[in-house]
């Protein structure tokens, strides 16, 4: 992406020229409550848009808080670390802003907010963000450096026409990703109400139809809890381990890095850090058949749970269902589902365990390791093979439509990212033309 040419009327603009507001919290750390107002941290500004936020701060704090500046809506929102360069726009100003978040509000009459949200997630802004970086091991941005960050500005009626253009990519985006919101919380009540808190068997201890089940399926459940060493379980069900539930656990390896013909093919390769996605659809990395046979990585499976053994962060102890086929590195264990249970509920018996796996690890590991023997050893409930035959025909078509958005995902932000640096030089100019023909164009 070049701006050698400016289009007739481009400008290039230093950022904090650019601003009517640059609010910045870092250094500081709010009490966290369970409730009250959301606070948008780092961790859910993710690919454009905010995930529904898990911490809050209590409202009574929240005027001694946001003393540096109160966010509105539409502001831009940029985390400046861990990670850096995700953007997004607030559609409530009902927020507090947490440490890593720098909040920008474009200039009235030079800048719109839509506009500077397509400019911060360009190639041309995220290398500067990336270049201007400093420390060692986590990658930040000082804000006197970030003010520094040179933007595209063009006169104001190009601008709404490109961010119009892109909007419309965006907002499906959005759409799919809170459709998958709804559907992974769907399938974690389900399993938290069958499995965890045995919900169909308390209703038939009462004499009652359990909420919202058919009379065939809750004739499937048993009428009673019985003792164990897990404690009080459905009658008939199974007290036992992760690997009484798994036909094979393992991990892999990585080739080695200084070999180019080990990298750069066509097979998808896994590591820790991308267990970060509860779907996997792809790899970051590929590597070659000679790859494969040069090196410990073992090959993964539609259906395997995969789960990150190690890894900075909060990394360790990610669970991620795997639907693709790939390889594994040795960072990453993958947990394949026996047959008397099911890929699904193997999945949502372990993705819920993440402070469970972190504990286990910690205490028998200086380094933290998550083993395959530890995670062999961990207790679970095994239910009749019918209820999770039950269980699958209800989760099935959740975990497959979530599957298929996050596919359509990539698709469109590999568009997006195609049109992005041909808006945002002039190369397309829309013009007169409707924004939303400029597919062809691409």
Known sequence: MSFDNLPLGWKLVPLEDAMDAIIDYRGKTPKKTESGIPLITAKIVKGGYILEPFEFIAEDNYDSWMV???????????????????????????????????????????????????????????????????????????????????LPVPPLPEQQKISQALKSLSNKLVCNTQTNQTLE?????????????????????????????????????????????????????????????????????????????????????????????????????????AGVK???????????????????????????????DCYINQSVVALRAASNV???????CLEHRYDEMRSVSDSHSSRGSLTTKLLKGMPAIRPSKDIINAFDRLVEPLVRKQITNSNQNRELSALRDTLLPKLLSGEIDLGDTNPESIKEDV
């Open 68 to 150: 540096r500046g109160v966010p509105q809506v539409g502001d831009v929102v940029l985390t400046t670390e861990a990670p850096l360069g995700e953007t997004a726009q607030l559609t409530s100003a009902n927020v507090a802003l947490a440490q890593r978040i720098v909040t920008l509000r474009g200039k009235n009459g030079l800048l719109g907010n839509d506009f500077l949200l397509c400019a911060l997630q360009s190639k041309f802004v995220q290398h500067q963000l990336e270049s201007r970086a400093s420390g060692s091991t986590v990658k930040g941005i000082k804000q006197s450096e970030l003010r520094k960050v040179i």
């Open 185 to 289: 919380q769907m399938a974690q009540a389900i399993f938290k109400s069958w499995f965890v808190d045995f919900d169909p068997v308390k209703a038939k201890m009462n004499g009652e139809l359990p909420e919202g089940m058919d009379t065939a399926t809750a004739s499937l459940f048993p009428e009673k809890l019985v003792e164990s060493e897990l404690g009080l379980i459905p009658e008939g069900w199974d007290a036992c381990l992760i690997e009484n539930v798994t036909s094979k656990v393992f991990s892999g390896g990585t080739p080695a890095t200084k070999n180019d013909e080990f990298w750069g093919g066509d097979l998808p390769w896994f590591s820790s850090g991308e267990t970060r996605n509860n779907f996997i659809i792809e790899t970051e990395k590929y590597i070659t058949e």
């Open 294 to 324: 040069g090196s410990s990585t073992k090959a993964s499976a539609y259906g395997d749970i995969l789960i990150a053994s190690a890894g900075q962060g909060h990394t360790r102890g990610q669970t991620s269902f795997n639907s693709i």
């Open 342 to 348: 099911s890929a699904y509920w193997l999945y949502y």
